[in-house]
């Protein structure tokens, strides 16, 4: 073992110390392996420490504790601890097939239970716009007014632009749903014509190299997106645990509230937060669907489609295309 320092993790005794090294100076003087290594060893006690010692990093009435909840949604400590539970569910799983068919079937309800709910964002979506047509053509008037006693009131372009939000709601909410459906769009090439397990070694592959690396990186740009518009000073993905909690004495929340137009939709933080989910989501089902391919892979072809949920349109649906 190297006696390098070892890296940050996610309560150390001291935060202030100033001579510590980070994971990513650690990597730069040793090897990848001690790097890899280390980190997993280190997130068995990141992981329990985190759980007991919520109030560290979830209590935002203390300042600190916000700013290391803002680094470490984007460190290496959070990736490695994903990582460590992602093999931990994958280890069990290889020899008890019935605990990983637990772990697909919950991903799976919770993406089907996410965009059934969030699908009737497009029905608002269109009577929020027969409105805004009505009160525009008809009734010639500048706002719309929401509710009792104190009403949601804002000026009609808001209400319009607005609209954009159901959109990234059905979109973000509800893509891993789609997928869960077989609603994505698919380009055929060489998987139609090759057999079940090859079918399914694609798949794995796919959401691998894929599917939880781009889910990965949507999240590491996204996650600092989000809180440069939330809070002050702003974060950055570059700047360390230490400088963050310097930083948190002066931190105070300053929620993007600025629209495109004087009038318009003032609320654009969502969409960021929505971005955030959006990845979470791709990345929770990106392992789920690898555990269905590796099991189908695993069980043959009479396991194909095993315990999958899908909507159907009852008899006669295949004279509809793109149903399922």
């Given at each position: 073992m190297s006696d390098a320092t070892p890296c940050t993790g996610f309560f150390?005794?001291?935060p202030a110390v100033e001579d510590s090294i980070s994971c990513l100076d650690q990597f730069q003087s040793s090897g990848l392996v001690q790097f890899v290594s280390g980190n997993f060893l280190e997130a068995l006690y990141n992981i329990p420490a985190?759980?007991?010692?919520?109030?560290?990093?979830?209590?935002?009435?203390?300042?600190?504790?916000?700013?290391r909840f803002v680094y470490y949604g984007g460190s290496v400590e959070f990736f490695f601890a994903i990582a460590t539970i992602i093999l931990a569910i994958t280890i069990i799983g290889m020899f008890r097939n019935d605990f990983l068919w637990g772990v697909v079937r919950v991903c799976e309800g919770f993406a089907n239970g996410t965009g059934r709910l969030f699908a009737?964002?497009?029905?608002?979506?269109?009577?929020?716009?027969?409105?805004?047509?009505?009160?525009?053509?008809?009734?010639?008037?500048?706002?719309?007014?929401?509710?009792?006693?104190i009403p949601l009131q804002f000026d009609i372009s808001w209400f319009a632009e607005e609209l954009?939000?159901?959109?990234?709601?059905?979109?973000?909410?509800?893509?891993?749903?789609?997928f869960v459906q077989g609603g994505h769009v698919r380009v055929d090439l060489v998987y139609a014509a090759v057999g079940h397990r090859a079918k399914r070694v694609i798949d794995m592959f796919g959401s691998l190299f894929f599917m939880v690396p781009a889910a990965v990186m949507i999240w590491m740009y996204g996650w600092y997106f989000l809180w440069r518009h939330l809070i002050v000073p702003n974060p950055s993905a570059s700047d360390t645990l230490e400088l963050l909690l310097r930083k948190s004495r002066a931190l105070r929340w300053n929620v993007e509230t600025i629209g495109f137009s004087p009038n318009g939709f003032t609320a654009y933080f969502l969409f960021k937060i929505l971005l955030v989910t959006f990845a979470a989501l791709v990345f929770i089902?990106?392992?789920?669907?690898?555990?269905?391919?590796?099991?189908?892979?695993?069980?043959?072809?009479?396991?194909?489609?095993?315990?999958?949920?899908?909507?159907?349109?009852?008899d006669g649906e295949e004279a509809y295309e793109g149903t399922h």
């Amino acid at each position: 073992m190297s006696d390098a320092t070892p890296c940050t993790g996610f309560f150390r005794a001291d935060p202030a110390v100033e001579d510590s090294i980070s994971c990513l100076d650690q990597f730069q003087s040793s090897g990848l392996v001690q790097f890899v290594s280390g980190n997993f060893l280190e997130a068995l006690y990141n992981i329990p420490a985190a759980l007991f010692s919520p109030g560290l990093w979830l209590d935002w009435s203390n300042k600190e504790a916000i700013m290391r909840f803002v680094y470490y949604g984007g460190s290496v400590e959070f990736f490695f601890a994903i990582a460590t539970i992602i093999l931990a569910i994958t280890i069990i799983g290889m020899f008890r097939n019935d605990f990983l068919w637990g772990v697909v079937r919950v991903c799976e309800g919770f993406a089907n239970g996410t965009g059934r709910l969030f699908a009737w964002a497009g029905l608002l979506m269109v009577l929020q716009q027969i409105i805004i047509v009505f009160m525009q053509r008809i009734f010639t008037r500048p706002d719309i007014s929401f509710g009792f006693g104190i009403p949601l009131q804002f000026d009609i372009s808001w209400f319009a632009e607005e609209l954009k939000l159901y959109n990234a709601l059905v979109v973000c909410l509800c893509v891993t749903y789609t997928f869960v459906q077989g609603g994505h769009v698919r380009v055929d090439l060489v998987y139609a014509a090759v057999g079940h397990r090859a079918k399914r070694v694609i798949d794995m592959f796919g959401s691998l190299f894929f599917m939880v690396p781009a889910a990965v990186m949507i999240w590491m740009y996204g996650w600092y997106f989000l809180w440069r518009h939330l809070i002050v000073p702003n974060p950055s993905a570059s700047d360390t645990l230490e400088l963050l909690l310097r930083k948190s004495r002066a931190l105070r929340w300053n929620v993007e509230t600025i629209g495109f137009s004087p009038n318009g939709f003032t609320a654009y933080f969502l969409f960021k937060i929505l971005l955030v989910t959006f990845a979470a989501l791709v990345f929770i089902h990106g392992i789920a669907f690898f555990y269905r391919s590796y099991l189908e892979w695993k069980e043959g072809p009479e396991s194909e489609g095993k315990y999958l949920d899908r909507d159907t349109l009852g008899d006669g649906e295949e004279a509809y295309e793109g149903t399922h």
